[in-house]
């Protein structure tokens, strides 16, 4: 509640550019991003209500001008909680010099409070983003912005795997031959391993700094467990490095990115959307996987027990395969979550894969405390790769880059954490 003035105490003069914007109801244009419509920003505010507006707590990141959060108070007979989360301080303090109405600041239902870090949106209740107090969130709050745009964005990726896309179940159903032939993958877990320690291999760019001491370290004499991501197993086969476990999970995966000529004695795990030539030329014992997605579970042979986690990216399921198999150490290598060196892949002509270094205007903090150009998908891979790790206190993660993304919850690799 604002009778709690200190929240502005210690902020500084602002030096954002604000221009104000004539129109029925004067706005204003902070660093050129238009905080509220000059033209009716109480029926903008309404258009937001029907999702909020029967919930008894509402988490609100950002305020624009104050419209919605006026209107919510006076219209919801539901509303016991409005939590309110200031993205930027030296923002609100523009944003209380122009709201026309402040009045709901003081109502007991409001709680007011700056933003931290590791602040998450919140599972109880309903939540509501202000883009315009998105775009200016604080740098130290990258973490946060990064989960609030994959929160507005859920519904677009989820389209990708609808579980009725034609493509999609093509794949489900030429693959039914060998997903009812091949062990599920449940028969790998709980791996009785000689090492305690998995190497998870991702493809990015950092994989080619660090692929010298990955061939050293699993020519030792304690072999650490190698599973790679489809796309870094040409980069592996190439150093000469030992692969034990491939991971594929994507329908755009071909067999120039994934080399099926030498997979002798080298493991698959892969889920029904891979293409079937692709598993049909692999050499190595498959393994089928599935994950709790509506798609897999249209397959006639889903099987709950052989599922992985997946959080959009092939590195996540590759992780929570070593997790499953019992292993209590996992180091990752070339698991960038961003573009160090301006290159999207490591051994592969940069943008091959996918990719676009120079047009996302995205970035992540990496390993170093130096800004790293990602995207929005990279930095939502990262953040479920976190709440992942998050999740098993009982395993030592290592981050082997470089110069990738820093990765809450893992320690720098060294020659002694195998």
């Not at 981050?399 to 060294?414: D, R, Y």
């Amino acid at each position: 509640m604002l009778h709690n003035h200190s929240l502005l105490n210690d902020v500084s003069d602002s030096d954002l550019k604000v221009i104000p914007i004539a129109g029925t109801h004067p706005s204003i244009a902070i660093e050129g991003i238009r905080m509220a419509s000059a033209y009716d920003p109480w029926r903008e505010a309404q258009l937001a209500l029907p999702r909020l507006v029967n919930h008894a707590s509402v988490h609100l990141f950002g305020i624009g001008l104050g419209h919605l959060p006026h209107v919510l108070l006076n219209t919801s007979k539901q509303l016991q909680h409005l939590y309110v989360y200031i993205l930027n301080l030296k923002v609100f303090k523009i944003q209380l010099e122009h709201m026309p109405f402040k009045e709901w600041l003081n109502d007991p239902r409001v709680h007011l409070q700056v933003a931290k870090p590791d602040d998450k949106p919140s599972n109880s209740g309903v939540t509501h983003t202000a883009l315009p107090d998105l775009q200016l969130i604080s740098p130290q709050l990258w973490r946060l912005r990064d989960r609030l745009h994959a929160l507005l964005n859920e519904n677009f990726i989820n389209s990708a795997f609808r579980s009725e896309d034609p493509v999609l179940q093509n794949h489900l159903k030429a693959n039914e031959p060998l997903l009812q032939q091949d062990p599920g993958v449940k028969a790998l877990f709980n791996h009785s391993a000689v090492t305690r320690h998995a190497c998870v291999i991702g493809s990015g760019p950092s994989l080619e700094q660090s692929i010298e001491q990955l061939q050293i370290l699993t020519d030792g004499t304690v072999q650490p467990w190698v599973i790679a991501a489809d796309t870094a197993f040409a980069a592996l086969l190439h150093a000469g490095v030992k692969v034990d476990c491939v991971v594929s999970i994507e329908k755009k995966i071909n067999t120039r990115w994934l080399p099926t000529q030498h997979s002798d004695n080298i493991h698959l795990v892969y889920t029904p959307v891979v293409p079937k030539d692709v598993l049909l030329a692999w050499k190595g014992q498959r393994y089928a996987s599935f994950t709790q997605t509506a798609l897999h579970q249209t397959s006639v042979f889903f099987d709950p027990s052989s599922c992985l986690f997946c959080g959009g990216s092939v590195i996540h399921t590759a992780t929570d395969l070593a997790l499953k198999m019992g292993f209590k150490e996992i180091s990752l290598w070339g698991v960038d979550f961003g573009y160090p060196g301006g290159k999207t892949h490591s051994f592969w002509p940069s943008g091959e894969l996918g990719g676009h270094p120079k047009r996302s205007g995205h970035w992540v903090m990496d390993v170093n405390g130096d800004k790293l150009a990602s995207s929005p998908n990279f930095a939502s891979y990262l953040s479920e790769m976190e709440d992942h790790i998050a999740r098993h206190p009982q395993t030592q993660f290592f981050n082997a880059s470089q110069s990738g993304a820093e990765i809450l919850g893992t320690q720098p690799f060294s020659e002694y954490s195998v």
